[in-house]
């Protein structure tokens, strides 16, 4: 029986998101739509959008519990679902968030030593590459998997997740340069703090994104 789930179908979806606030971004990538009654439950809301209401309490039982492990995974979870909330994941990653980082740092090159500016510009590149060949790399990992049936063995499940160490660890590196203190105390401070608060953020969604592949696609990989 499960035992870190915080989350059911008859809370109030509005309850859910005060929990919560990142699970705004989860509604949009799931094509549920905002400006729904605020007494509304998740599983009406859900339903009005033609969206499963297992997908959404599933990650938000991620987010909201380090202690959620397979046991608490719900049996009747689709794949199909699982595989389309990670896909969107990866394109709003690669279309959203990694511009925004690389548009954010370049608004504050100009207060950066030219040691720094030159480190940023060489992180932000390989911060691209990383994603990219990753995205790609697993998409070639969906489609051998619809074609055979076939979970990925251990050892190239490894391999596939490993650029996902090296992202996080140029990520670190960013907020580290960004913590100078006089950075901290510069003309461009607030953009020196909001940038390195959304990084942060975006460290924090790794882990759990990692979670949402181990739990909702445990047939296409061997961990």
Wanted: hydrophobic content about 40%; overall charge negative.
């Amino acid at each position: 029986m499960a035992q870190n789930t915080f989350f059911h179908p008859d809370m109030r979806l509005s309850d859910l998101l005060y929990q919560d606030y990142r699970l705004h971004i989860t509604l949009s990538l799931l094509g549920v739509k905002l400006g729904f009654c605020p007494d509304a439950s998740v599983k009406d809301v859900c339903a009005f959008n033609k969206v499963d209401h297992n997908i959404l309490l599933f990650i938000a039982n991620i987010y909201a519990s380090d202690d959620y492990t397979q046991e608490d995974y719900p049996e009747y979870m689709s794949f199909d679902d699982s595989l389309r909330y990670i896909l969107k994941i990866h394109e709003y990653t690669q279309q959203d968030i990694i511009p925004r980082i690389e548009q954010d740092f370049f608004e504050i090159l100009d207060i950066l030593t030219p040691s720094n500016q030159h480190d940023i510009k060489k992180m932000l590149k390989d911060l691209e590459e990383i994603f990219k060949k990753y995205h790609s790399n697993f998409d070639l990992v969906v489609e051998n998997y619809k074609n055979t049936h076939q979970p990925l063995d251990r050892q190239k499940t490894v391999r596939l997740m490993k650029p996902i160490d090296k992202a996080v660890f140029l990520v670190e590196l960013m907020i580290r340069i960004l913590s100078d203190k006089k950075l901290l105390s510069s003309e461009k401070q607030d953009e020196c703090i909001r940038l390195k608060y959304f990084l942060s953020l975006f460290l924090g969604h790794i882990p759990n994104h990692l979670k949402i592949i181990r739990y909702g696609l445990a047939p296409m990989f061997t961990f």
